[in-house]
T-cell receptor
Framework: AQTVTQSQPEMSVQEAETVTLSCTYDTSESNYYLFWYKQPPSRQMILVIRQEAYKQQNATENRFSVNFQKAAKSFSLKISDSQLGDTAMYFCAFMGAFQGAQKLVFGQGTRLTINP | ETGVTQTPRHLVMGMTNKKSLKCEQHLGHNAMYWYKQSAKKPLELMFVYNFKEQTENNSVPSRFSPECPNSSHLFLHLHTLQPEDSALYLC?????????????FGPGTRLTVT
Protein backbone atom coordinates (compact mmCIF):
# COMPACT_ATOMS: atom_id res chain seq x y z
CA ALA A 1 0.00 0.00 0.00
CA GLN A 2 1.11 3.53 -0.71
CA THR A 3 1.99 5.80 2.19
CA VAL A 4 2.75 9.51 2.33
CA THR A 5 4.73 11.07 5.15
CA GLN A 6 5.02 14.72 6.05
CA SER A 7 7.54 15.00 8.83
CA GLN A 8 6.89 18.65 9.73
CA PRO A 9 3.60 19.04 11.64
CA GLU A 10 4.03 22.80 11.90
CA MET A 11 6.20 25.50 10.36
CA SER A 12 6.34 29.23 10.76
CA VAL A 13 8.20 31.85 8.71
CA GLN A 14 8.19 35.60 8.21
CA GLU A 15 6.43 37.20 5.29
CA ALA A 16 8.56 37.35 2.12
CA GLU A 17 10.79 34.47 3.23
CA THR A 18 11.14 31.22 1.35
CA VAL A 19 9.90 28.03 2.99
CA THR A 20 10.19 24.38 2.00
CA LEU A 21 7.74 21.71 3.07
CA SER A 22 8.90 18.10 3.03
CA CYS A 23 7.10 15.03 1.78
CA THR A 24 8.21 11.45 1.24
CA TYR A 25 6.17 8.58 -0.10
CA ASP A 26 6.42 4.89 -0.56
CA THR A 27 5.18 3.00 -3.58
CA SER A 28 6.14 0.15 -5.84
CA GLU A 29 4.45 1.72 -8.83
CA SER A 30 6.46 3.30 -11.61
CA ASN A 31 3.81 5.64 -12.94
CA TYR A 32 1.96 7.90 -10.55
CA TYR A 33 1.12 11.50 -9.74
CA LEU A 34 1.97 13.72 -6.80
CA PHE A 35 0.05 16.72 -5.54
CA TRP A 36 0.25 19.50 -3.02
CA TYR A 37 -3.09 20.73 -1.70
CA LYS A 38 -3.66 23.81 0.42
CA GLN A 39 -6.43 24.08 3.02
CA PRO A 40 -6.73 27.64 4.40
CA PRO A 41 -8.46 28.06 7.78
CA SER A 42 -12.19 27.38 7.39
CA ARG A 43 -11.88 27.36 3.62
CA GLN A 44 -11.95 24.80 0.88
CA MET A 45 -8.98 22.67 -0.04
CA ILE A 46 -7.47 23.67 -3.35
CA LEU A 47 -4.79 22.19 -5.58
CA VAL A 48 -1.49 24.06 -5.48
CA ILE A 49 0.66 22.03 -7.84
CA ARG A 50 0.93 18.57 -9.40
CA GLN A 51 3.80 16.48 -10.72
CA GLU A 52 3.70 13.51 -13.06
CA ALA A 53 6.25 10.88 -12.07
CA TYR A 54 7.31 10.28 -15.66
CA LYS A 55 8.36 13.93 -16.04
CA GLN A 56 11.89 14.76 -14.94
CA GLN A 57 11.28 18.50 -14.94
CA ASN A 58 10.07 19.89 -11.65
CA ALA A 59 6.65 21.54 -11.77
CA THR A 60 6.29 25.25 -11.01
CA GLU A 61 3.26 27.47 -10.50
CA ASN A 62 4.20 31.10 -9.92
CA ARG A 63 5.73 31.27 -6.41
CA PHE A 64 5.26 27.53 -5.85
CA SER A 65 7.72 24.93 -7.08
CA VAL A 66 8.55 21.35 -6.26
CA ASN A 67 11.74 19.36 -5.90
CA PHE A 68 10.84 15.90 -7.14
CA GLN A 69 13.44 13.23 -6.42
CA LYS A 70 11.99 10.01 -7.80
CA ALA A 71 14.76 7.69 -6.67
CA ALA A 72 14.59 9.07 -3.15
CA LYS A 73 10.75 9.16 -3.27
CA SER A 74 10.80 12.74 -2.12
CA PHE A 75 8.48 15.55 -3.19
CA SER A 76 9.07 18.85 -1.40
CA LEU A 77 7.19 22.11 -1.95
CA LYS A 78 9.01 25.43 -2.03
CA ILE A 79 7.09 28.65 -1.51
CA SER A 80 9.03 31.74 -2.51
CA ASP A 81 8.28 35.28 -1.34
CA SER A 82 5.71 33.92 1.13
CA GLN A 83 2.56 35.93 1.71
CA LEU A 84 0.09 36.11 4.59
CA GLY A 85 -2.47 34.37 2.40
CA ASP A 86 -0.22 31.33 2.23
CA THR A 87 -1.11 30.52 5.83
CA ALA A 88 -2.85 27.14 5.64
CA MET A 89 -2.57 23.40 6.10
CA TYR A 90 -0.61 21.88 3.25
CA PHE A 91 -1.19 18.28 2.27
CA CYS A 92 1.04 16.18 0.09
CA ALA A 93 -0.87 13.51 -1.83
CA PHE A 94 -0.08 10.53 -4.01
CA MET A 95 -2.26 9.14 -6.75
CA GLY A 96 -1.75 5.77 -8.32
CA ALA A 97 -4.00 3.32 -10.03
CA PHE A 98 -5.84 0.90 -7.79
CA GLN A 99 -8.42 -1.43 -9.25
CA GLY A 100 -9.01 1.12 -11.97
CA ALA A 101 -9.92 4.04 -9.74
CA GLN A 102 -7.39 6.79 -9.22
CA LYS A 103 -7.17 7.12 -5.43
CA LEU A 104 -5.58 10.01 -3.59
CA VAL A 105 -3.51 9.08 -0.54
CA PHE A 106 -2.77 12.03 1.72
CA GLY A 107 -0.03 12.80 4.21
CA GLN A 108 -0.78 14.07 7.70
CA GLY A 109 -0.36 17.69 6.67
CA THR A 110 1.90 20.58 7.63
CA ARG A 111 0.41 23.64 9.27
CA LEU A 112 2.21 26.66 7.81
CA THR A 113 1.94 30.07 9.39
CA ILE A 114 3.23 33.18 7.66
CA ASN A 115 3.93 35.95 10.17
CA PRO A 116 3.79 39.66 9.29
CA GLU B 1 -23.48 28.40 -7.36
CA THR B 2 -20.13 27.22 -8.59
CA GLY B 3 -17.74 24.47 -7.59
CA VAL B 4 -18.60 21.92 -4.95
CA THR B 5 -21.08 22.76 -2.21
CA GLN B 6 -21.90 20.85 0.93
CA THR B 7 -24.79 21.11 3.37
CA PRO B 8 -25.05 21.43 6.25
CA ARG B 9 -21.75 23.05 7.15
CA HIS B 10 -22.10 22.01 10.79
CA LEU B 11 -24.07 19.14 12.31
CA VAL B 12 -24.45 17.93 15.86
CA MET B 13 -26.21 14.63 16.30
CA GLY B 14 -26.82 12.07 18.99
CA MET B 15 -25.74 8.49 18.64
CA THR B 16 -29.29 7.34 17.90
CA ASN B 17 -30.10 10.00 15.31
CA LYS B 18 -30.35 9.60 11.56
CA LYS B 19 -29.08 12.42 9.41
CA SER B 20 -27.79 12.97 5.89
CA LEU B 21 -24.98 15.01 4.41
CA LYS B 22 -25.46 16.48 0.96
CA CYS B 23 -22.90 17.33 -1.68
CA GLU B 24 -23.55 18.99 -5.03
CA GLN B 25 -21.08 19.76 -7.78
CA HIS B 26 -21.65 22.30 -10.54
CA LEU B 27 -18.59 21.38 -12.60
CA GLY B 28 -20.02 18.79 -14.95
CA HIS B 29 -17.89 16.07 -13.38
CA ASN B 30 -18.65 12.37 -13.42
CA ALA B 31 -16.83 11.20 -10.30
CA MET B 32 -17.59 12.08 -6.70
CA TYR B 33 -15.84 11.19 -3.47
CA TRP B 34 -16.39 11.20 0.28
CA TYR B 35 -13.40 11.76 2.58
CA LYS B 36 -13.14 11.83 6.37
CA GLN B 37 -10.74 14.33 7.95
CA SER B 38 -10.07 13.64 11.63
CA ALA B 39 -7.79 15.63 13.87
CA LYS B 40 -4.16 14.59 13.59
CA LYS B 41 -4.90 11.93 10.95
CA PRO B 42 -4.51 12.00 7.18
CA LEU B 43 -7.57 12.42 5.03
CA GLU B 44 -9.19 9.05 4.56
CA LEU B 45 -11.01 8.14 1.37
CA MET B 46 -14.38 6.59 2.18
CA PHE B 47 -16.29 6.13 -1.06
CA VAL B 48 -15.85 6.72 -4.77
CA TYR B 49 -18.61 7.01 -7.34
CA ASN B 50 -17.86 7.05 -11.05
CA PHE B 51 -20.75 7.74 -13.43
CA LYS B 52 -23.16 7.08 -10.51
CA GLU B 53 -21.67 3.65 -9.81
CA GLN B 54 -19.84 2.98 -6.56
CA THR B 55 -16.32 1.90 -7.41
CA GLU B 56 -14.68 2.08 -4.01
CA ASN B 57 -15.74 1.37 -0.44
CA ASN B 58 -12.69 1.76 1.73
CA SER B 59 -13.86 -0.64 4.46
CA VAL B 60 -16.27 1.93 5.82
CA PRO B 61 -18.66 0.79 8.60
CA SER B 62 -22.23 0.22 7.50
CA ARG B 63 -23.49 3.05 9.69
CA PHE B 64 -22.29 5.26 6.82
CA SER B 65 -24.42 4.75 3.71
CA PRO B 66 -23.66 6.67 0.52
CA GLU B 67 -26.09 7.47 -2.25
CA CYS B 68 -25.40 8.95 -5.67
CA PRO B 69 -28.67 9.55 -7.54
CA ASN B 70 -26.92 11.36 -10.40
CA SER B 71 -23.47 12.65 -11.29
CA SER B 72 -24.11 16.02 -9.64
CA HIS B 73 -25.34 14.89 -6.24
CA LEU B 74 -23.87 12.74 -3.52
CA PHE B 75 -25.31 11.96 -0.12
CA LEU B 76 -23.93 10.35 2.99
CA HIS B 77 -26.62 8.88 5.21
CA LEU B 78 -25.65 8.54 8.84
CA HIS B 79 -27.23 6.38 11.53
CA THR B 80 -26.24 5.13 14.99
CA LEU B 81 -22.89 6.88 14.82
CA GLN B 82 -20.18 6.73 17.46
CA PRO B 83 -18.33 9.65 19.06
CA GLU B 84 -15.18 8.68 17.14
CA ASP B 85 -17.08 9.45 13.94
CA SER B 86 -16.85 13.14 14.81
CA ALA B 87 -14.80 14.71 12.03
CA LEU B 88 -14.85 16.97 9.00
CA TYR B 89 -16.45 15.18 6.07
CA LEU B 90 -15.26 16.39 2.71
CA CYS B 91 -16.85 15.82 -0.63
CA UNK B 92 -14.86 16.08 -3.84
CA UNK B 93 -15.46 15.66 -7.54
CA UNK B 94 -13.35 15.10 -10.62
CA UNK B 95 -13.92 14.65 -14.32
CA UNK B 96 -13.84 10.91 -13.86
CA UNK B 97 -12.32 8.43 -11.45
CA UNK B 98 -10.40 6.28 -13.93
CA UNK B 99 -7.81 8.93 -14.82
CA UNK B 100 -5.64 11.25 -12.71
CA UNK B 101 -7.81 14.33 -12.95
CA UNK B 102 -7.66 17.04 -10.32
CA UNK B 103 -10.14 16.62 -7.51
CA UNK B 104 -12.14 19.67 -6.45
CA PHE B 105 -13.18 19.77 -2.82
CA GLY B 106 -16.18 21.18 -1.04
CA PRO B 107 -15.94 23.17 2.21
CA GLY B 108 -16.87 20.16 4.31
CA THR B 109 -19.44 19.32 6.97
CA ARG B 110 -18.18 19.50 10.54
CA LEU B 111 -19.90 16.60 12.30
CA THR B 112 -20.04 16.24 16.07
CA VAL B 113 -21.51 13.06 17.54
CA THR B 114 -22.62 13.40 21.15
Amino acid sequence: AQTVTQSQPEMSVQEAETVTLSCTYDTSESNYYLFWYKQPPSRQMILVIRQEAYKQQNATENRFSVNFQKAAKSFSLKISDSQLGDTAMYFCAFMGAFQGAQKLVFGQGTRLTINP
Amino acid sequence: ETGVTQTPRHLVMGMTNKKSLKCEQHLGHNAMYWYKQSAKKPLELMFVYNFKEQTENNSVPSRFSPECPNSSHLFLHLHTLQPEDSALYLCASSQEAQAPYEQYFGPGTRLTVT
